[in-house]
Every structure is written in C-alpha cells, then in structure tokens.
C-alpha cells in the first residue's frame, strides 16, 4: 500500500508548491502590476509637438537623432510624484550636463510654465501635449515617466513613476557615458 | 403585482454603466459597435482589471479616442489591436495571445487535467487486470462441461 501512504503525502507537497510560490513572489521582487514597456530596444516614436515655452521652436524628431544620448521626462504641474522627482533633473542638468527633453502631458501651457518658474526649468527643450496623444504613442500610463533615448534614436530604458537617486546612479548617469543596454525600471505607475 | 412586474421588467431593461462619455461615440453606429467590441478586449493601463470601455481613467479616455480614431482611418480590428500592442505589449490585451511565452496559461489546467485523468484511468486498469477471476458456479461449470462434450 505504498501508493495509498504516498496520496496522503499530496496535501503537504501542493502546500509547500505553493508556499515555495509565494516566498518566490516576495523574494524576488516580483510584481504582477508592473506593465513592462514595449518600446525599449525599438526606434523612440514621434515626438511632433509645439512648445511649451513662449518663442521656442516646436519639437520635432530631429531632437532624438543627435547623435547625443537624450533624456525625455513626461511631467504635469498637477503631479505631485513629478515634485518629487524634480531637483534629480535640475541636478542632471547642472551637474552632469544631460540633455533632457520635457513633455508637459494634459496640463495647461501657462500652468506648467509657472510650475517651471517657481522651482527651477531642467529643460533644454520642452514642449506641450495637451491631449495627451503623444503620451499615447509613447505607451505613457501617467505621469511621471522617463524615457532615456540614445544617440541614434533607440529607447534605451523606460521608467515608470518617478526617478530616483538610485535609477540617476545605476542607470542614468551610466547612460549618459553611453555604457547600458536595454531595460525597464523605475517605481510602479 | 402589476406595479412589481414593471419594475422588474425596467431592471432588467438597464444596461451595465460604461465609461464611454456621450461626447465620444461616433456617429457611424456600425464603426461604433467595432470600437465597443475592441474597448471590452483592451486592458486599463493603469487599472489592471478594467477595460478601457468600463474605466474613466484618463489613459482609457485617450485609448478609446485613438481606437476611434483608427477605426474612422480604415484600420481593421486586428490593425487597431496591433496599434495598441506596439505602443502598451501584449498587457494592453485582456486575452492573453497563444505563443510561447503564454503556453503554459493556455495549456497548464488541460494538461494537468489530462495527465491526472490518465493516471485514474490507468491505475483502474490495472486494478481490474490484477482482480483474481471469481471461480466458476456449479452451474456455470454443468454448461462448460456439456459445451467441451464430456
């Protein structure tokens, strides 16, 4: 009767099946809410849009095929995450020299300009997606969301939520030397 | 009585609230239908669980807009799920496409089915295989005698 004895046994194995399951889902860090991003590794998508400041020239797809790694942030004035996020891209600006390129996504032009005004502009270009239908193109979820774009136009990495201090030290500033390959990070939407 | 089965008939008459803003559907009630079919297929972003037809997140207003905006193109369905693919991944649909990387979602609970009910089947035929033969009955054993002619 050795199957019989062995059939008890199978309670206690789908229990530590499951058990091993879950300590694997805590463990590692997994999480069943994180969207991914399909446009790493793939040419950056349009980026047509008019400015966000007054007398600047509108945006256009020239900007992403430099030649010079480029970082676009999608922000609004009515996120409170993009406050948070904010001094890290005046900081990369002042400091590392970056290039970073601001969308102001479904947020009034001149609110996203006081916005700017009041704490500081880490934008080299900036521009205004009122509709949010370059946000759509860009499988942008919310703000904020990063995009870092390298020298020939290819999404290099995609973060969504805000950046951190730990994102600018692994995977930015490496960026930026020109030294990272493909990935997704940051926080959850 | 009367008064009850009206307002059980009126119940049954409401149709589940959607998202979808008067303002948003196309005039065109043919292309309108395709766009509703597609909106239930396509997953909220930012909301896991919901379509894009039942969420009034901002994201699946824009969505719904841009499936509109395909369908009033010319797109096809499957061209207007494929806009939405390259831009969200295969997370944008709430049915999971049939490929590799989905096997096991697709196949798991049939295989695992199939491999239990194989196994019950098999230990029943073993069972019955290894049964001993009861022995003949007296009368059983009368007709054997008479059929073998002795």
Known sequence: ?189 | MRRLAILVALLLLAAPALAVDPSEILKDPGLEARARTIGRELRCVVCQNQSIDDSSAEVARDMRRAVRERLVAGDSDAQVFDFMVARYGDYVLLKPPFKLGTLLLWLGAPLVLLVAGAAILLRALRRRALAPVPPLSEEERERLKTLLGR
């Open chain 1, 1 to 189: 009767m050795n199957g019989r004895r062995l059939l008890f046994l199978l309670p206690l194995l789908t229990l530590a099946l499951m058990a091993g399951f879950f300590a694997w889902s805590l463990m590692a860090g997994r999480d069943p809410s994180a969207i991914g991003s399909a446009l790493v590794g793939k040419p950056a998508p349009k980026l047509e849009l008019p400015a966000l400041r007054e007398g600047d020239k509108p945006l256009g797809d020239a900007l992403l095929r430099s030649g010079q790694p480029t970082i676009v942030n999608f922000f609004a004035s009515w996120c409170t995450p993009c406050l948070a996020e904010h001094p890290l891209f005046m900081r990369l600006k002042e400091r590392d020299g970056a290039t970073v390129i601001g969308v102001a996504w479904k947020n009034k032009p001149e609110e996203a300009r006081a916005w700017l005004a009041r704490l500081g502009d880490p934008y080299r270009f900036a521009g205004a997606d009122l509709q949010g239908r370059a946000g759509l193109d860009w499988g942008l979820s919310g703000v904020p969301e990063t995009y870092l774009v390298d020298g020939s136009g290819i999404v290099r990495h995609h973060f969504r939520g805000p950046i951190t201090e730990k994102d600018v030290t692994a995977t930015i500033l490496p960026f930026l030397k020109g030294g990272l390959g493909g990935g997704l990070g940051g926080g959850k939407p």
